[in-house]
């Protein structure tokens, strides 16, 4: 009879942390849904279009570091991209833009021109 009381706690245990750990997985998940679209929210249209900016006069650096055959331009092209690219991460909420496309740009044909040369 003891035996029997023992494994039956020992069940209810079990169940007890069991439906305790799901729900808590649970609502971990539904709070990352609630919280991940209002992370991306810290830009107004103002402030992208700014950074837009600021990405498209980051391109043609980015393209020489990669692509010009003069090492002494890729040095300077560097020189001024870093400068420019600290610039515009000193400005407000500059970190809740993705400066992605200027990196893809370059890093992909770096990948890619050696391929066609042959």
Not at 89 to 94: C, E, G, H, P
Not at 95 to 108: E, K, Q, S
């Amino acid at each position: 009879m003891l035996a029997s009381k023992a494994i039956n706690n020992r069940e209810k245990l079990m169940r007890f942390l069991i439906k305790k750990t799901i729900l808590s997985f649970l609502a971990a998940t539904l709070f990352t849904f609630y919280i991940q679209p209002l992370s991306a929210q810290h830009l107004t249209s103002i402030e992208k279009k700014a950074f837009v900016i600021r990405e498209d006069s980051l391109k043609p650096f980015a393209n020489n570091i990669v692509l010009d055959e003069d090492a002494g331009k890729r040095l300077k092209s560097d020189s001024i991209f870093t400068r420019t690219l600290v610039r515009a991460l000193k400005i407000k909420n500059s970190f809740y833009f993705p400066f992605g496309r200027t990196f893809n740009l370059g890093f992909h044909l770096f990948y890619i021109i050696p391929d066609l040369q042959g």
